[in-house]
């Protein structure tokens, strides 16, 4: 393709968190196979990113001799292109692959070494991955009203109302999935229909979808005001827009589409996608189903936390054993359908790897003056779950139990807060790590996470960390509160429970606020206290 090095997404076109085994190109390549990542291959070097969670991971899977291994923030890929593109060199990206804004900061960073960015219409690692897997092809079935709270046809004329264009690309899978009330299988332990869809000033709505995908009953659900169309027919959709005012989001949509829209002389505008404010505000039916289903998954927990403490001082549980044991009790609860992630079941140093993923090769024994860290979560069509405990086996250390009641200590505080209306979780973030900072310890990743409903177990646009948000908190958001404290080569430490935004009542209040009710049901571990 006459390029002089490539740049690899962790993406798909859908610019999933979460991608199918089709798109996992980056774990093909170098073997990683953490969420978050890039890699930039060049004639004679490379280099691989990633961020804090995934540290020790891609030091374990990525070989450095191959690869420079880089923190993502600390060392971005624009900044190591810059210096390292030859001079005069060519560049390409996968524009389906990347924002607008990704494509715009690798075209100036490549401009920068003096070189040029080319966005290539083909993959080239498709071209040598001879044993890629097919793409997904889930059935995409409806979402029942009893557990949606809003039907579609509602949702589409909410969102047309405050339409100022004449249509709207919805490029994210959860935000089709909430707003037409359907969910689908292509995406493990996400219940996302892989697709795209365009909705009109007058609530009309096209979903592009594989004709082999459409499960049954799905076009009685959707009704004649949204048209199924192949997938194929998206690009010729575009080209019809000629002379429309069409609104993308540009942090969630690939650069490709604004591509195709430019060249057809669309009248672009560049605004947050309509969807994923209102999804994150869940109604009453979901918040509803949010408390059942957190009951329900309270309920397997806690069975698991005995089981554990039976079992676990007896030094024969290892973490497989644990993660099948937790799994087999999630699978009891009603409208169970999945876990919501693979599950983090870390032992002793295990524990310290934020994103651990247990293996056969890494799987260890749960050791007496240990601690045990476990992060799981499961999918109910009536609520989506994500809990981690920490579990002492045995008599932990007295740093041990330092290190746990700071953790501790910041999560009641941010549990228990109650803050202006128009607060931000940026705000709040500093409320899960003040005892740790007065230790002079932290941790290297956000403080919590938007979760969906019966969709992604992290959504957006609200979350609690220390970047600067422009999205406050509003009542009817989940979102989880996560502090942890880490020590590498040794133990992991995490406290987590899913917490909803609700108005505080306070007596003589001069002005609304608000607070959060905690939804997740499981003890948190005294013994380390």
């Excluded at 892989?194 to 594989?210: E, N, P, Q, T, V």
């Excluded at 010729?236 to 609104?247: E, I, P």
């Excluded at 549990?415 to 290297?444: E, I, N, S, Y």
Aim: proline content about 5%; charged content about 25%; overall charge negative.
């Amino acid at each position: 393709r006459g390029l002089d090095g490539f740049v690899v997404g962790m993406a798909d076109q859908y610019q999933n968190e979460y991608v199918p085994p089709q798109a996992k190109r980056i774990t093909w390549l170098t073997g990683f196979t953490g969420s978050a990542g890039m890699v930039v291959v060049l004639a004679d070097k490379a280099a691989a990113f990633t961020d804090g969670r995934y540290t020790l991971q891609i030091a374990d899977q990525v070989d450095g001799e191959l690869y420079e291994r880089l923190h993502i923030t600390e060392a971005p890929p624009t900044d190591w292109v810059g210096e390292n593109l030859p001079k005069g060199g060519k560049i390409g990206v996968d524009s389906w692959l990347f924002t607008e804004a990704g494509v715009a900061r690798f075209r100036a960073a490549a401009g920068a070494a003096g070189g040029e960015l080319v966005a290539v219409n083909d993959n080239p690692l498709d071209a040598v991955w001879r044993d890629q897997p097919d793409a997904p092809k889930a059935l995409v079935v409806p979402h029942d009203l009893a557990f949606a709270g809003e039907s579609s046809h509602d949702k589409r004329a909410r969102l047309a109302a405050a339409m100022s264009s004449d249509a709207v690309v919805i490029t994210a899978p959860d935000s089709i999935a909430w707003l037409l009330n359907i969910r689908g299988g292509d995406v493990d332990h996400s219940p996302l229909p892989l697709s795209l869809a365009i909705l009109h000033k007058d609530g009309r709505a096209d979903l592009f979808l594989d004709g082999e995908k459409r499960g049954r009953g799905l076009s009685d659900h959707l009704g004649n005001e949204v048209s199924i169309q192949p997938a194929e027919d998206f690009a010729a959709t575009l080209d019809g827009l000629a002379g429309k005012k069409v609104q993308l989001d540009p942090g969630m949509t690939a650069s490709w589409v604004f591509e195709r829209l430019d060249a057809a002389k669309a009248d672009i505008v560049r605004a947050p996608d309509p969807c994923q404010l209102p999804k994150a505000i869940k109604n009453d039916v979901e918040l509803s189903g949010a408390r059942a289903a957190h009951g329900r998954d309270g309920a397997a927990l806690t069975k698991f936390l005995h089981w554990l403490s039976v079992f676990a001082p007896q030094g024969e549980i290892d973490e497989l054993t644990a993660e099948a044991q937790l799994a087999e009790y999630r699978q009891e609860g009603q409208h169970f359908k999945d876990l919501s992630f693979p599950t983090i079941t870390g032992s002793g140093p295990n524990g310290a790897i934020v994103h651990y993923r247990v293996s056969d090769d890494s799987n260890r024994k749960l050791g007496k003056g240990e601690f045990y860290l476990v992060d799981s979560g499961a999918q109910y069509l009536d609520g989506t779950t994500d809990v981690t405990r920490t579990v002492a086996i045995g008599e932990p250390t007295n740093e041990m139990r330092d290190r746990f009641t700071r953790v501790l200590k910041g999560h009641i505080s941010l549990a228990t807060a109650k803050f202006p209306v128009g607060t931000t979780g940026a705000q709040l973030d500093v409320l899960a790590r003040h005892a740790l900072w007065q230790a002079g310890l932290d941790f290297d990743h956000g403080t919590g996470h938007g979760v969906g409903s019966y969709l992604n177990v992290h959504e957006g646009p609200h979350s609690i960390s220390k970047r600067q948000q422009t999205q406050d908190l509003r009542p009817g958001m989940v979102v989880s509160n996560e502090p942890g404290y880490y020590k590498t080569g040794a133990y992991g430490i995490r406290i987590e429970n899913l917490v909803v935004v609700r108005e505080a009542e306070i007596a003589g209040a001069e002005r609304s606020m608000l607070e959060f009710e905690t939804l997740t049901l499981a003890p948190i571990d005294r013994n380390a206290i």
